[in-house]
């Protein structure tokens, strides 16, 4: 191995040269990052914000199982109900989960400020905030000892999330089920995190159609400290959603093709599940050229049409749901712990592999 070689190339603690080929050869080690060290969690792999799904069940069988695990504040009616979901998720785990926050004030009116109350007050290990700024809470939250980390579609956002004193940042590309895109954003995480990490001060997370140990490994190697996963965790068996629609998503037809961008006329794509809905929404959008009226479309985008979805139906086909192209890469219905530790010995695998594609001088 050559000498000048460093493991911190890979996101790893730096090791001495007579422990590297103890680590390269080790099976099931956990992988050591930035995000592992700070948030005191097993695996570097973060469950994504989902709504109507991250629940409780969702949030401490993957923290349970080595990863963070994040309950949805916005699931929640009220924040009094927030705090009862955090209090319930603590007799469900002992690990480190934390809660996803979207401040979207015009889209959705709710009580930002109570509800960030409620998760000062239950001290969760971090809070991971999607849509707007969260500089005006900063300094509560650091105060009440939360890490603070910000979901960033472009690096322009990831930028301001920087300036506004967040510890983390996580970087979406385009291939992730993202919301909120507007023309010009369209770019993937095989660009966006490769200038992010070279860009930003702060430790980087990979989020956008994540759902194996290759993809874990690669974020790894170009100096990211983690993976986040969304779409991979709604096809295990802990998911709080109805079975038929996680069979559906592990079907081999059921591949990278089956996603589309909903909404991208009113400046807020949307990634999701290609279905009768989404397409009728599609032909919609189409049909009413530059003079968009949201509500023909709100009838087919409602959330209460999807939470029926998760909950009662099943019926994949009768929703908008957010959806990753990393759909293509399910064939399975594992739990939680199978998963993580599955992704993290192929990753291992993977960097090891790498490590020994380095010539010897």
């Keep these: 191995m050559c000498k000048s070689f460093s493991f911190q190339n890979f996101g790893l603690r730096p090791l001495q040269s007579s422990l590297a080929a103890s680590l390269i050869l080790a099976v099931a080690m956990p992988l050591k990052t930035a995000l592992t060290e700070m948030l005191g969690i097993k695996h570097p792999i973060i469950q994504g914000g989902m709504q109507h799904v991250g629940f409780a069940e969702m949030a401490s069988a993957v923290s349970n199982a080595g990863g963070l695990g994040i309950l949805t504040g916005l699931s929640q009616p009220t924040p009094e109900d927030l705090r009862k979901e955090i209090r319930r998720c603590r007799t469900m785990t002992d690990k480190p989960f934390c809660v996803n926050l979207t401040i979207l004030p015009a889209l959705i009116p709710a009580d930002y400020d109570a509800y960030i109350q409620v998760i000062c007050d239950e001290k969760v290990t971090m809070l ?11 300094a509560m939250l650091h105060a009440a000892g939360i890490k603070v980390l910000h979901k960033s579609a472009t690096l322009r956002h990831a930028l301001k999330a920087q300036e506004a004193g967040v510890d983390l940042i996580e970087v979406v590309g385009y291939e992730a089920s993202i919301a909120g895109g507007r023309p010009g954003d369209e770019v993937g995480n095989w660009v966006m995190l490769a200038r992010a990490v070279t860009t930003l001060k702060v430790p980087v997370i990979a ?34 959603i109805h079975p038929k629609i996680k069979e559906h ?12 961008i909903v909404l991208s006329s009113l400046s807020n794509s949307t990634r999701v599940f290609k279905n009768d809905v989404t397409n009728k929404m599609n032909e919609l959008e189409k049909e009413m050229g530059g003079d968009i009226d949201f509500s023909v479309l709100a009838p087919l985008a409602a959330g209460t049409r999807t939470k029926t979805m998760w909950q009662d139906t099943g019926d994949w086909n009768d929703s908008m749901w957010s959806c990753g192209q990393s759909i293509g890469l399910i064939n399975d219905v594992p739990t939680c712990k199978v998963l993580c530790d599955r992704i993290v010995a192929e990753a291992e695998q993977q960097l090891t592999a790498g490590v020994a594609r380095i010539s010897k001088l």
């Design 128 to 138: 991971e905030v999607a849509g707007g700024s969260p500089k005006k809470y900063i």
């Design 207 to 240: 989020s956008g159609a994540s759902a194996n140990g290759l993809q874990l490994a690669a974020a790894i190697a170009m100096g990211a400290q983690g993976i986040t996963m969304a779409t991979r965790f709604l096809a295990t068996v802990e998911a709080p």
């Design 249 to 260: 998503m592990a079907k081999p037809e059921v591949d990278e093709t089956c996603t589309t």
